[in-house]
T-cell receptor, first 116, second 108 residues
């Protein structure tokens, strides 16, 4: 399967614990995006990488959140000291973008976080 | 006011009906996406367009840049079309702003 892969698919954790999600984009894609989606809502932009450079971060990404994309391949999203409000689906998408828009996006299946 | 507004929020129709979902946005954009999301979370890109009209099978997407409006049409709808359809607009290369989605249910 050469699509976008995310893991874990589901994570249940206790408040205060740290969690890390991983996204493996389509191999030749230079752009990688993280979004968060809560129940009944559309996704919200979190952050964007062009290759290994993190070019934009939403103000939703508090200092408890950090994202990396070492070597411009896979990306990780870490949430420290989780809170119940962090419970959501975390979506990753990638694209081969050379245009002033995201390009066609390919989404992973998402990582669902439940904070107890 | 949200930057992207979709209507209706929920739509139920009978198999075979012609479906229209609307999307209006309030800012200048470089492209607009229509996405499909099935229960369980997976999102599939249906269309990306910046002008005119695109067709893929029974799906048609149109955009009117001057009126800041796009529509997604489904002809000869089928129960397997039941999903949430999301409109999203590109504000430059980085930022994608999503509508809240339209939940479509097609009854046999």
């Amino acid at each position: 399967d050469t699509g976008v892969s995310q893991n874990p698919r589901h994570k249940i954790t206790k408040r205060g614990q740290n969690v890390t999600f991983r996204c493996d984009p389509i191999s030749e894609h230079n752009r990688l995006y993280w979004y968060r989606q809560t129940l009944g809502q559309g996704p919200e932009f979190l952050t964007y990488f062009q290759n290994e450079a993190q070019l934009e971060k939403s103000r939703l990404l508090s200092d408890r959140f950090s994202a990396e994309r070492p070597k411009g391949s896979f990306s990780t999203l870490e949430i420290q000291r989780t809170e119940q409000g962090d419970s959501a689906m975390y979506l990753c998408a990638s694209s081969l973008g050379r245009t002033p828009n995201t390009g066609e996006l390919f989404f992973g299946e998402g990582s669902r976080l439940t904070v107890l | 006011k949200n930057e992207v507004e979709q209507s209706p929020q929920n739509l139920t129709a009978q198999e075979g009906e012609f479906i229209t979902i609307n999307c209006s946005y309030s800012v200048g954009i470089s492209a607009l996406h229509w996405l499909q999301q099935h229960p369980g979370g997976g999102i599939v890109s249906l269309f990306m367009l910046s002008s005119g009209k695109k067709k893929h099978g029974r799906l048609i997407a149109t955009i009117n840049i001057q009126e800041k409006h796009s529509s997604l049409h489904i002809t000869a709808s089928h129960p397997r079309d039941s999903a949430v359809y999301i409109c999203a607009v590109n504000l430059g290369a980085q930022k994608l702003v999503f509508g809240q989605g339209t939940r479509l249910t097609i009854n046999p």
